[in-house]
């Protein structure tokens, strides 16, 4: 067996964790967390074709407010992206007050007295187009730059 086809050993596993350790950034990781909290809103929310049945309202609510948290952070960092990731929130947050009006009218929110409380409003910015994002039209996820 050559070194080529063994598996790394510990020490070569650290020395490639430290290796990319050294590469991050912190800018990056916050962005990276921002696109996957947005994603995963969208499945909790269950509006990727074959989510429907991974709907979690609080989870939905809060990955919203995360991410209207962390959004001043990596605005200035997102360039042109930033209106894409403003209009993604304002979806989200539609979909989860209509969702969350519709459980508290089912009387599926009586069992804890009231709905949960609507998420935190995005922070203010030049205003998104009309209509739907093309995350949530094509039903695919959205990744900032493709």
């Not at 070194?3 to 050993?9: D, F, N």
């Not at 309202?57 to 809060?62: D, H, I, M, P, S």
């Not at 009309?130 to 039903?139: E, K, L, R, V």
Request: glycine content about 10%; cysteine-free.
């Amino acid at each position: 067996m050559s070194s080529q086809e063994r598996p790394p050993t510990e020490e070569e596993l650290r020395a490639a964790y430290e290796a990319q350790v050294k590469q991050l950034r912190v800018d990056d990781l916050l962005i990276e967390t921002v696109v996957s909290l947005v994603n995963l809103a969208g499945r909790k929310a269950g509006l990727a074709p074959g989510t429907e049945d991974e709907k979690d309202l609080e989870q939905v609510r809060l990955a919203i407010e995360a991410v209207t948290s962390l959004l001043p952070l990596v605005e200035p960092r997102l360039g042109p992206d930033a209106p894409k990731v403003r209009d993604v929130i304002s979806q989200l947050q539609l979909a989860y007050a209509q969702q969350a009006g519709a459980a508290a009218e089912a009387g599926q929110g009586a069992a804890e007295g009231s709905a949960p409380p609507p998420p935190a409003e995005p922070p203010q910015g030049p205003p998104s187009g009309p209509g739907h994002g093309p995350a949530q039209s094509s039903g695919r996820l959205w990744v900032p730059g493709q």
